[in-house]
């Protein structure tokens, strides 16, 4: 007696790729199973794996590149790493007297647990 219901969905090679591709650009489920003609939930059932792996290169090849500016001097990408990655804060302190000029300091600090 055969099986009821629908038969199994296959991929093919080329929709293979664009998955693995589409996730290591960090794009969303829904867009990858629209990409290909899939429901998301079957895409995820199929391919769940997969695309937490490349999604976690996506984020180390981002890493990388962050690294890559900070070495290269970017100090914009300096602070934007002090304070994702260390959790360093920046802090504005005003202070003085209104008969003397203005004397603005700017500290930055790490939040507590920070390296």
């Known amino acids: 007696m055969a099986k009821a219901g629908r038969p199994p ?13 589409l996730a290591l650009d960090n794009c969303n489920t829904r867009t990858i199973a ?9 895409l995820l059932r199929h391919y769940g794996p997969l695309i937490k792996k490349k999604r976690a ?3 180390i090849m981002v890493r990388q590149m962050q690294s890559r500016l900070l070495r290269q001097g970017d100090k914009t990408m300096a602070v934007w790493l002090g304070k ?4 360093q804060t920046d802090k504005a302190e005003i202070s003085g007297n209104a008969a003397q000029p203005l004397r603005l300091v700017i ?6 647990g920070g390296e």
């Not at 969905?9 to 591709?21: G, P, R, S, V, Y």
């Not at 994702?84 to 959790?87: E, F, I, P, T, V």
């Open 84 to 87: 994702n990655a260390l959790g």
């Open 107 to 112: 500290e930055l600090a790490e939040a507590p």
């Open 57 to 59: 290169e996506h984020r």
């Open 9 to 21: 969905k296959t991929f093919t090679k080329a929709q293979e790729k664009t998955i693995a591709d």
């Open 34 to 42: 629209e990409a290909i003609g899939a429901d998301k939930d079957t």
